[in-house]
């Protein structure tokens, strides 16, 4: 996981020059409120950690480490997933809890930042045991979960079994106190949202296609008046066909390839996928619904051999995983893990726009290397938002106890994601700052003022 302190700094300090921003800080006392704000957006508020006493099927007892951390509270509840992962340490999940507080702010949500994690590969356990290490790490963290404290959601190695496990052992620790709202990401059953599912994928693309064909063709003639590289280069794909490649076909990836061969928008053809067993390509477009389905019935893999492909009639090459980020496409949409492109791959990327679905695929050395080469990087923070917009429409869901159709549930997101795009857009093809500290800039910006304006900002 890549640090993004800098970023927070860099975007502090261009807001600290700006004496527009918050004119009434003055001098020293200007200096020393931003160097205070660049601590307190540095680190968490609370890093809790305990080890969770369980009892495996095979008698044995385990200690296993857990934690909880709680970044900023200054929007409302802490938010942000529990990750089951053996790489799970206190460093991954501080700096993804941070990210939650500026995504949660970027997007207007009424939530701070939070981020659990608990150090186990969770397919080595049981259904019954996972189901204990659920219970215990509600019981260990009781007092510091609940509706209007701290809402956890899925995150990786999780879903919404354990959402609904952890949502029926917190009803029992807290009796006769509301409960719906304490847990998002539920099945629908036990009060999750339609839509939950899709959303993180739906938005990604959203996010990509509302800015490459919406924002470009609305906005044409003044693009063209700017003076600056990524002006120039994104007008230069515009109506191009663009071919797409997607790293990662999980629950992100699969939905990002679907929305991508069926957008009449853009003329895109979705030409190379990967797992993590295979890339499989095909420089006319593969058939994304023929993969999605095979995927489906086969545990989520793409196929792996000729035969797989042969018997779905399925027309792919089959090519080693890791190529796929250095093949010719225009969009190189990352859906799998953090920490993707890095030192030793950067300078064989060819794709001019990356769109960011996983959180941090590309380390803060790569970043800027493509950056300054020009090369438009969509961030997670701004495109990977739809999981968190729609665990709020879910979070408000509980509460009112009345439910949305699935349409009304996108209609929210997509206009939640266009109100922030809206905003961001401009200020970067206008400024010579790259999109996500452009995004760090807004969002740094709402959290400070909210701060000095409550008195906090010292
Ligand atoms: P997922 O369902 O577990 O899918 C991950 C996909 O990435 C799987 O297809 C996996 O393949 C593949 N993969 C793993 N290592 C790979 C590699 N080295 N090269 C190519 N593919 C690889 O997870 P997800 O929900 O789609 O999330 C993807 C990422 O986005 C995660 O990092 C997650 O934290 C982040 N994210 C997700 C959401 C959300 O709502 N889903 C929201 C925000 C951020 P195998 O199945 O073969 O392992």
């Known amino acids: ?181 304490s847990f998002t990401g539920k099945s629908i059953i036990n009060g999750g949202s339609l839509g939950r599912k899709s959303a993180t994928g739906k938005g990604v693309y959203f996010t990509f296609r509302y800015i490459m064909h919406d924002f470009l063709n609305e906005q044409e003639k003044w693009l063209q008046e700017q003076d600056n590289s990524f002006a120039e280069n994104a007008l230069k794909l515009k109506d191009k066909k663009m071919k797409v490649a997607v790293q990662g076909f999980g629950n992100l990836g699969s939905v990002a390839a679907l929305e991508a061969f069926q957008c009449n928008y853009l003329q895109n053809e979705v030409v190379a996928v990967s797992d993590s067993n295979v890339m499989l390509y095909n420089s006319d477009g593969l058939d994304i619904p023929a993969l999605v389905k095979f995927a489906r019935d086969h545990d989520g893999d793409l196929p792996k051999t000729k035969e797989d492909l042969s018997e779905h009639k399925i ?81 408000i869901q509980g509460r009112e106890t009345q439910f949305y159709k699935e349409e009304q549930i996108y209609e929210l997101l997509f206009e939640r994601m266009q109100n922030t795009l809206d905003t961001i857009l401009p200020q970067f093809f206008g400024d010579p700052f790259p999109l996500r500290q452009n995004c760090y800039i807004h969002s740094v910006m709402k959290l400070s003022t909210i701060l000095f304006k409550q008195g906090k900002l010292y």
Not at 162 to 181: F, I, L, Q, S, V
Request: with cysteine; charged share 25%; proline share 5%.
């Open 1 to 181: 996981m890549s640090e993004r302190n800098t970023v927070i700094e860099n975007s502090l300090t261009s807001l600290l020059k700006d004496e527009s921003f918050l004119p009434d800080l003055k001098a020293q006392t200007r200096e020393q409120a931003f160097k205070s704000l660049v601590a307190l957006l540095s680190t968490p508020n609370h890093v809790h950690k305990s080890y969770l006493r369980v009892a495996l099927e095979n008698g044995t007892i385990v200690r296993i480490p857990a934690f909880r951390v709680q970044h900023n509270d200054t929007l409302g509840p802490y938010k942000g997933g529990i990750r089951f992962h053996e790489s799970v340490n206190e460093s991954e999940v501080s700096n993804l809890a941070r990210l939650m507080t500026l995504k949660n702010s970027l997007h207007e949500l009424p939530f701070g930042g939070g981020k659990g994690g608990v150090i186990i590969n969770p397919k080595k356990y049981s259904v019954k045991e996972l189901n204990l290490i659920c219970k215990k790490y509600v019981q260990y963290f009781n007092d510091i979960l609940g509706p209007d404290k701290d809402i956890p959601a899925p995150d990786a190695g999780t879903g919404e079994r354990e959402m609904d496990w952890m949502m029926a052992e917190y009803k029992n620790t807290h009796p006769g106190e509301p409960y719906r709202g």
């Open 315 to 395: 027309k792919a090459d089959l090519k080693e995983r890791d190529s796929l980020l250095e093949i010719n496409v225009d969009v190189l949409i990352m859906a799998a893990l953090e920490n993707q492109i890095h030192k030793d791959n950067m300078k064989k990327i060819k794709a001019p726009i990356i769109v960011e679905g996983a959180n941090a695929p590309i380390t803060e050395e790569a970043d800027k290397y493509l950056s300054d080469s020009g090369t438009l990087i969509i961030p997670d923070i701004l495109a990977n938002a739809g999981g968190v917009i729609v665990s709020y429409l879910e979070w």
